[in-house]
T-cell receptor
Framework: EAGVTQFPSHSVIEKGQTVTLRCDPI?????LYWYRRVMGKEIKFLLH????????ESGMPNNRFLAERTGGTYSTLKVQPAELEDSGVYFC?????????????FGQGTRLTVV | AQSVAQPEDQVNVAEGNPLTVKCTYS??????LFWYVQYPNRGLQFLLK??????LVKGSYGFEAEFNKSQTSFHLKKPSALVSDSALYFC????????????FGTGTQLKVEL
């Protein structure tokens, strides 16, 4: 069974440009999450999809970030325009079911560097 | 609001010695606690979780963790460390009042030396 996959693994862009990150969850997982780790700090929650619906987007830092999950399968996270403070590692995770007790399965992350 | 503290940025231990990586948490509601490990250039891998029941939880690669409600702690332990255990370890919590999102600590770098 394939795990959670993220593309690209690394991205270096200039301030003001647009970047789109992609996440393919484990097949059949209704829950999809985006997290971010900035400069060696804690991993912070960004948002949670249940199928194609945004369940919780309380962690999205501002309106430069747009997440979508059309059709309830893969998800994209777009940053437009990117700022220096957006640099970090963006993790995607997925989990089955609707309970809070199950573990989430994480991808390898996308390292974003804004210069 | 829920939070997790990992007080040590780095833990050094000799191979064969026991290791402990500390974690304390703060939640409203019942806590669901998780440990994840990140090896270099890899994603986060699930190690173990505490949901309910026995306070001592056993997980992958010989790791275990003890849930202590009175001290609000969930320390990760292993009786005998291996060099291959060297990695970045994250403690995380969910709660019945916090929805499905995980709240992570800042991570602890474990270094096991020969």
């Amino acid at each position: 069974e394939a795990g959670v996959t993220q593309f690209p693994s690394h991205s270096v862009i200039e301030k003001g440009q647009t970047v789109t990150l992609r996440c393919d969850p484990i097949s059949g997982h209704d829950n999809l999450y985006w997290y971010r780790r900035v400069m060696g700090k804690e991993i912070k929650f960004l948002l949670h999809f249940v199928k194609e619906s945004k369940q919780d987007e309380s962690g999205m830092p501002n309106n430069r970030f747009l997440a979508e999950r059309t059709g309830g399968t893969y998800s994209t996270l777009k940053v437009q325009p990117a700022e220096l403070e957006d640099s970090g590692v963006y993790f995607c995770a997925s989990s089955p079911g609707q309970g809070v007790t199950g573990e989430a399965f994480f991808g390898q992350g996308t390292r974003l560097t804004v210069v | 609001a829920q939070s997790v503290a990992q007080p040590e940025d780095q833990v050094n231990v000799a191979e064969g010695n026991p290791l402990t990586v500390k974690c304390t948490y703060s939640v409203s509601g019942n806590p669901y606690l998780f440990w994840y490990v990140q090896y270099p250039n890899r994603g986060l891998q699930f190690l173990l979780k505490y949901i309910t029941g026995d306070n001592l939880v056993k997980g992958s690669y010989g790791f275990e963790a003890e849930f202590n409600k009175s001290q609000t702690s969930f320390h990760l332990k292993k009786p005998s460390a291996l060099v291959s255990d060297s990695a970045l370890y994250f403690c995380a919590v969910r709660s019945t009042g916090g929805g499905n999102k995980l709240t992570f600590g800042t991570g602890t770098q474990l270094k096991v030396e020969l």
